[in-house]
C-alpha cells in the first residue's frame, strides 16, 4: 500500500493543497492542516482471514483430485498441508499488495475504530493542540480506508457546531469516490477557513503556527 498516495495525489495535486491552505489562512487565524496518509493500519489479521479463505478450496481440490496423478492418495493429509502452505503464501502476498482484495476483508468496526486512533495520535503527535487560541483544526485522510476524520481543538470545537463538521467530510468522502480527491479536499479546505474566520477573523500580526500539509505513511 505504500504507493497508494503517489496513485492519488502528484506533486502538483500536493502544490495544489499546500496553495488552498495559504488561501485559506488569508481568511482566518485558524490552522487548516490537512494529512494525507496510505493508511490507519496494517490490519494484518484481515490478510490472514482472506488467505485462508482463498487457499482452503483450492488446496482441498488439489488434493483431491491432483495429489492421485502422482500416486499419492487424496485423504493424504501431508499433501494437503503443503499445498495449503503454499496457496496461503501466495495468496497473503498478493493480497497485500491488491487495494481492492484488502479494503473487501477489512472489518468496518475495526476500520472506524483504527482510523479514529490514528487521527487523534496525528492529531497531538504534531502539536495541533497547541496553537495560542485552541483553533487548530486537522483534516486527517486514510487513502486506503476511504475515511476522514476532521479534529478541531478545544475552542473551535465548542463554538462550531458538529454538523459543519460532519459535512465537511462527506464532501472529501464523495470526492474520493469520484476520483476528484484533490478538488474535494481544496473546496473543503476554502468552506473551512470561511466558517472559521467567523470566529477567527484574520490577524494583521497572524503567526503560521503549523504545517501547511502532511503527507506520508502513518505507519
Not at 487424496?74 to 503443503?82: E, G, Q, R, S
Request: charge should be neutral; charged fraction near 20%; glycine fraction near 2%.
Amino acid at each position: 500500500m505504500k504507493d497508494l498516495i503517489a496513485r492519488i495525489i502528484s506533486q502538483s495535486d500536493a502544490q495544489c493543497i499546500i496553495d488552498a491552505v495559504k488561501q485559506a489562512e488569508k481568511k482566518t487565524s485558524a490552522e487548516i492542516v490537512p494529512m494525507i496518509v496510505n493508511a490507519s493500519y496494517t490490519y494484518p489479521l484481515a490478510k490472514v482471514y482472506a488467505a485462508a479463505l482463498f487457499s482452503l478450496p483450492i488446496a482441498i481440490a488439489l488434493t483431491y483430485y491432483i495429489a492421485p496423478l502422482f500416486y499419492f492418495h487424496k485423504d493424504n493429509l501431508w499433501i494437503f498441508i503443503v499445498f495449503f502452505s503454499i496457496l496461503f503464501i501466495i495468496f497473503k502476498v498478493t493480497i497485500a499488495h491488491s487495494i481492492t482484495l484488502t479494503r473487501f476483508f477489512l472489518s468496518p468496526r475495526q476500520v472506524d475504530a483504527e482510523v479514529r486512533e490514528a487521527a487523534i495520535t496525528a492529531f497531538y503527535k504534531n502539536g495541533l493542540y497547541k496553537t495560542a487560541d485552541k483553533n487548530g483544526v486537522l483534516i486527517y485522510i486514510s487513502l486506503l480506508e476511504k475515511k476522514v476524520w476532521i479534529l478541531a481543538d478545544e475552542d473551535a470545537h465548542k463554538k462550531i457546531e458538529p454538523e459543519f463538521w460532519d459535512n465537511c467530510v462527506k464532501m472529501i468522502i464523495a470526492g474520493i469516490k469520484q476520483k476528484q480527491f484533490v478538488p474535494a479536499l481544496c473546496a473543503t479546505i476554502d468552506t473551512i477557513a470561511v466558517r472559521l474566520s467567523k470566529e477567527y477573523p484574520y490577524k494583521a500580526d497572524d503567526v503560521d503556527e503549523l504545517k501547511n500539509i502532511i503527507i506520508g505513511d502513518n505507519q
